[in-house]
C-alpha cells in the first residue's frame, strides 16, 4: 500500500532531512586521511541526538551503528569501525534519522584525499544519475521513469547498477512501499507505480565500476561488489508535489 503524506507529515519529514543534511555536511567537513569511520559514526550520533532526532539505523533489523559507511568496493551497510580513511579512498556515507516519529535518508560518497581519475569519474556519474532522477519525479510519471533514467545514465556510461538493493518509500516507517529500483525489469513494469502528489521516495543509485553482482561479508551486513571493483551512492529523499520533485534532505 503506497501511502500519500498531507503537508503536514511532509513538513515533520523535511524537518527529519534537515537533520540528515546537517549530518551528511558534519560528515564531509570531517572526513580527511587518518579518519576512522567510528569517529564517524560518533560524530553523527551526537549531532542527531542533540538536534532532537534518533539515529534510524542504530538497532534497525539489528545494525550496530548510526551510519552506514561503505569505503571503495564497499556498496552499502558497511559497519564503523577502527579503519582509517586512506589518501585515494571513497567513502559512502548513508545517514537515516527519525524525527517526530517521521523518517528521512540521504547518502553521499566522498573522496579522501586525492583520487584517481576513474574515481572521479564514477562519483561525478553517480551523482549525476541522481540529479536526472530526480528531474523526472512529478504527478502523472511512474516509478519506471527513476529506473529507466538512472539505468539508462548509468550504462551509457560504461557503469551498472546494482539489482538487489534498491531505493524506497519512506515516511513514518524507514522502508514503505513502493520499492525504486535503479533498472527496468519486468517486475519493476508489472508493479509500476503512478506518482501522486504527496508520495514521499528515497531515491538511491548505487553505481558499481565493474559487475552489478554483489556479496554480503560475513558480518551479514556489508555489501560489496563481486569483482572487489568500487562502488558509488548518492541519495535524496523527496515528495512528489504539484509542480515537480521537493527535495526534503536539503
Not at 28 to 55: N, Q, S, Y
Not at 219 to 225: E, I, L, P
Request: with cysteine; hydrophobic share 40%.
Amino acid at each position: 500500500m503506497v501511502s500519500r503524506k498531507s503537508p503536514r507529515e511532509i513538513e515533520l519529514m523535511r524537518a527529519a532531512g534537515r537533520v540528515v543534511a546537517e549530518a551528511l555536511d558534519a560528515v564531509t567537513k570531517t572526513v580527511a586521511v587518518g579518519v576512522t569511520t567510528d569517529a564517524l559514526d560518533r560524530l553523527v550520533d551526537r549531532l542527531i541526538l542533540e538536534r532532537g532526532g534518533t539515529p534510524a539505523f542504530k538497532g534497525y533489523r539489528g545494525f550496530p551503528r548510526s551510519i552506514c559507511a561503505s569505503v571503495n568496493e564497499e556498496v552499502v551497510h558497511g559497519i564503523p569501525g577502527p579503519r582509517p580513511l586512506a589518501a585515494g579512498d571513497i567513502i559512502s556515507v548513508d545517514v537515516g534519522v527519525r524525527y517526530a516519529k517521521y523518517f528521512a535518508d540521504a547518502a553521499v560518497t566522498l573522496p579522501i584525499g586525492s583520487i584517481s581519475k576513474e574515481a572521479q569519474r564514477l562519483l561525478a556519474v553517480t551523482q549525476e544519475a541522481l540529479r536526472l532522477a530526480l528531474a523526472v519525479v512529478k504527478p502523472g510519471s511512474r516509478v519506471s521513469d527513476i529506473s529507466r533514467t538512472v539505468q539508462q545514465f548509468v550504462e551509457k556510461n560504461g557503469y551498472s547498477v546494482v539489482r538487489r538493493y534498491t531505493g524506497h518509500g519512506i515516511g513514518r516507517k524507514m522502508h514503505e512501499d513502493p520499492q525504486v529500483p535503479n533498472f527496468v525489469s519486468r517486475e519493476t513494469l508489472e508493479n509500476d507505480e503512478v506518482l501522486q502528489p504527496g508520495m514521499t521516495l528515497a531515491i538511491e543509485p548505487m553505481v558499481n565500476q565493474g559487475t552489478f553482482d554483489t556479496d554480503v561479508l560475513k558480518n551479514k551486513w556489508t555489501v560489496v561488489t563481486k569483482d572487489r571493483k568500487l562502488s558509488a551512492h548518492f541519495e535524496h529523499t523527496v515528495a512528489v508535489a504539484q509542480n515537480g520533485v521537493d527535495i526534503l534532505t536539503l
